[in-house]
């Protein structure tokens, strides 16, 4: 029997130290991840330097953590994979930094990830067998992007916003309504309750031939509702606030997901990053997806927020096609997806 790849992914771009080792870039033997949102919790978002220190505490236990419940030596790893970029550099050099000293003294291949692509692999991860051409939703707190997967590497963006990324204005507007961080759960959660045709938010760029996406006009339309509701001392309706703000966001994605699968004559969708954890979102794409012949694919909710064994898995299909880095690898915090130069 042929060796398995047994690769050891790490990712630190943002508030989740994580390590995990994937055999043959879908076997998850481990997936530890260590998340800071208590400790960032009290400040209402991330407080990148906060997350940095935490990084460097975490870091070692957690890679220990990974190998042992995997029940591997050091010794079996074939390469060592890291996120890269985009994210928080002084994050993101925390994970550079141990992976390439893990490669050094291993002597192993290192692989340098991105970290939408990496959030795009978790489809692959789940599903080995999902088949090329597709368009992939990249919903994520940082990034709301369309992308157009060809073959494996092969990397097209189609759109993306102008402003905010879908995962912050759940979170911002989570904050203004009092329910706390990270949002887009909690208003996922509480939109099971409301009604979202009660108040009514615009649905911007909807009409337009665009592929981009804009949140922010549709995040101030509802903090202006909170805040006019709270001047006239009314009580604000929070479980049907939740579900029109969630119906608002969830009617762009999926116009402009199937609307980027039918431009580019792709008859399968995924979803990838946080927000492609949200039920409204899952609901909707797979009911309209179904009246338009498209087949839809989404990872389980861990392996859709960060998460290394993602990053192993990313790590696996590049190790395939020989694309690893030189030790001279550094973080870029604002890495673009299919540009990356090491
Ligand atoms: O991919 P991720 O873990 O980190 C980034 O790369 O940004 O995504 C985190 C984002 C947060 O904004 C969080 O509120 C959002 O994903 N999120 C959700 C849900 N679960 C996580 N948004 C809406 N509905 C959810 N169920
Ligand atoms: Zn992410």
Redesign the pocket.
């Given at each position: 029997m042929a060796e398995k790849i047994i690769i050891l992914g790490v990712e630190t771009s943002?508030d989740e130290t994580s390590a995990a080792v994937v055999a043959d870039g879908h076997e998850i033997l481990s997936n530890i991840i260590s998340s800071q949102i208590p400790v960032h919790r009290k400040f209402g978002g991330v407080v990148p330097e906060i997350a940095s220190r935490k990084h460097v505490e975490l870091i070692s236990s957690v890679i220990a953590e990974a190998m042992e419940k995997a029940g591997v030596a050091y010794s079996d790893l074939t390469a060592v994979a890291v996120t890269y970029g985009p994210g928080l550099v002084g994050a993101l050099l925390v994970g550079v930094s141990s992976a390439k000293a893990l490669a050094y003294t291993l002597n192993l291949p290192l692989i340098g990830v991105n970290?939408i692509e990496s959030?795009i692999y978790a489809n692959f991860l789940a599903n080995p067998k999902l088949e090329f051409p597709v368009v992939c939703l990249v919903v994520?707190?940082?990034h709301t992007d369309l992308v157009f997967l060809e073959s494996h590497g092969n990397y097209r963006l189609l759109g993306r916003t102008r402003d905010d990324a879908a995962?912050?204005a759940?979170?911002k507007v989570a904050r203004a309504m009092g329910l706390g961080y990270?949002?887009?759960?909690l208003?996922?959660k509480l939109s099971v309750e409301g009604n979202p045709e009660e108040i009514s938010f615009p649905r911007v760029l909807l009409e337009s031939d665009t592929l981009d996406f804009s949140f922010s006009g549709l995040k101030s339309s509802a903090l202006n509702y909170l805040n006019k509701a709270r001047m006239k001392g009314e009580e604000v309706p929070q479980a049907d606030l939740a579900a029109s703000f969630q119906q608002a966001v969830v009617d762009v994605l999926v116009h402009k997901a199937l609307a980027a699968a039918k431009k580019c004559n792709v008859k399968t969708v995924i979803l990838a990053?946080?927000?492609a954890?949200?039920?409204g979102l899952r609901r909707e794409l797979s009911k309209r997806a179904l009246e338009e012949g498209i087949t839809i694919g989404y990872p389980p909710p861990v392996l859709c927020?960060?998460n290394a064994a993602m990053v192993a898995c990313a790590g696996y299909y590049k190790f395939l096609r020989g694309d690893t880095a030189p030790l001279t690898l550094n973080a870029v915090a604002s890495l673009k997806l299919g540009q990356e130069k090491y």
């Open positions: 943002c970290h959030h994520s707190g940082g995962g912050e759940f979170d990270p949002g887009g759960p208003v996922d990053g946080g927000v954890s949200n039920s927020t960060d």
